[in-house]
């Protein structure tokens, strides 16, 4: 008996679900600028415990800010906010 698999979810998303959730990751990308800016060093774990996010998360949206052109430097253990303080 074959059955008919999706990607992905297996369930429907409510109307305006995907909104809400893209405006989430919007706020925690500009929490994410903001901690950097309190601090001139933020490690990892610190960052991760204050957004309670995981390591690869964090990850991720340093990457994607990195794209935006958001200058964000990173050494062992450390992330930090290069050029001018917005």
Known sequence: MAT????????????G????????????LFRIIALLQE???RTPAELC????ISRRTLQRD??????YGVDIEGS???Y???G???
Request: proline share 7%; charged share 30%; net charge positive.
């Open 62 to 67: 340093i990457a994607l800010l990195r794209r």
């Open 76 to 78: 062992p253990g450390q």
């Open 49 to 52: 415990k204050e957004l309670g």
């Open 84 to 86: 001018p303080r917005w």
């Open 39 to 41: 601090h001139y060093y």
């Open 4 to 15: 008919n698999r999706s990607c992905g979810n297996n369930h429907q998303q409510r109307p």
């Open 17 to 28: 679900e995907e909104r809400h959730l893209r405006l989430l990751h919007t706020i925690r």
């Open 80 to 82: 930090r906010l290069v």
